[in-house]
């Protein structure tokens, strides 16, 4: 029997070991993907921690349901492998990208097309073991996205990255037709974010972090302008050079720090998404929401549908990838200290 071949969270706040276990036959409508790349996130840090930072020393802990060993990883791109008698359409050979935000597929949200917002879900290396792995089982084979011809690295970094970055600018649409948006956070999903709504608004972004590289990247990516918010000035100085803020603007980090430089540079009638998890406060007065007419959103990654959406504009050469580094799976604990130690530009892809 094949062996599955894994990089397993054994114990919380712990490094991640190798596990082997016999490879699961699909049943059913399932599919059994062969892993060939699966991008390291921002949340698989959470994950591996156990909890999510609240502020105040207060943690959110999101240990509770998921049964050690577990797999992390979920911007996962493989190869079929094998699949169930109602698995229609799964092609053992065909190269896919795998949607990893599965839900239960009867609550109110699964039936809205909305799985991402599922409480009860089965979302692949968050509730369900990941793609930290040589082989993932995936439950229908509505879930397998074809992604030539793109490159296995940067289709699975759609299915997380690209697609929470998709998600949340959709949602400015209607700003961003009046000035520039303000990207918060030039990390993997923002530097992502970059490229997508240069392809989507009529106005060149602009861009902030405080990691002098990341702008450099970003200036090079096709950012109209870099800030550091750490700089006193650089709010201002947005707020001027906008002609009184911009309308749209999105939080890649999702930190008090820079949910607050976002929303300090919004205009009258503009709005902030965040997407970052960082964790923290945030705190405003409640008399500015009507004075500056302001919105402010959390969206948490996409659903299928805007997936085959991002997807289409990167098949079609419309967005490009970030800097990608590969590593061969056995680096993943490594690859998730660099990213914890923000020594990442872009995104970092295991390889199996």
């Excluded at 040589?134 to 793109?150: D, E, F, K, T």
């Excluded at 919004?266 to 004075?291: E, H, S, Y």
Aim: proline residues 6%; positive net charge; contains cysteine.
């Amino acid at each position: 029997m094949t062996k599955l071949r894994r990089l397993s969270l054994t114990a919380y706040e712990a490094p991640l070991c190798e596990t082997i276990v016999d490879c699961p036959a699909p049943q059913g409508s399932e599919v059994l993907v062969r892993i060939d790349r699966c991008g390291v996130c921002h949340s698989d840090l959470h994950m591996q921690d156990g909890y999510f930072l609240l502020g105040d020393g207060k943690k959110l802990d999101v240990r509770a349901g998921r049964t050690l060993p577990f797999t992390l990883g979920h911007e996962i791109a493989g190869t079929i492998e094998s699949a169930g008698p109602q698995a229609s359409g799964a092609k053992p050979g065909a190269k896919v990208a795998v949607y990893p935000w599965i839900g239960c597929g009867i609550c109110a949200a699964c039936r809205a097309g909305e799985e991402n917002l599922c409480s009860t879900n089965r979302h692949l290396g968050i509730s369900a073991d990941g793609g930290f792995a040589s082989h993932v089982l995936v439950p229908h084979p509505r879930y397998l996205i074809g992604y030539a011809p793109l490159s296995a690295s940067f289709a699975g970094a759609l299915m997380c990255s690209g697609l929470t970055a998709y998600s949340a600018l959709k949602r400015l649409t209607d700003h961003a037709k009046r000035g520039p948006a303000l990207l918060v956070g030039m990390g993997g999903v923002g530097m992502m974010g970059l490229s997508i709504a240069r392809a989507m608004f009529p106005h060149a972004p602009i861009v902030a972090d405080i990691d002098a590289g990341k702008r450099e990247a970003a200036l090079k990516a096709g950012a109209a302008a870099a800030f550091d918010p750490a700089d006193p000035e650089a709010r201002r100085t947005i707020v001027k050079s906008t002609g009184g803020g911009v309308f749209a603007a999105v939080d890649f980090v999702g930190s008090e720090k820079s949910l607050a430089f976002a929303s300090g540079a919004l205009a009258k009638g503009g709005k902030v998404v965040i997407t970052g998890l960082l964790g923290g406060n945030f705190a405003t007065p409640v008399a500015m929401f009507p004075l500056k007419a302001m919105t402010i959103e959390g969206t948490l990654t996409g659903t299928l549908d805007e997936t085959n959406e991002v997807m289409a504009l990167a098949r079609a050469g419309k967005i490009s990838a970030p800097p990608i580094a590969e590593r061969p799976l056995g680096e993943a604990q490594a690859a998730l200290d660099d990213l914890r130690g923000g020594r990442v530009v872009g995104r970092v892809v295991l390889s199996t």
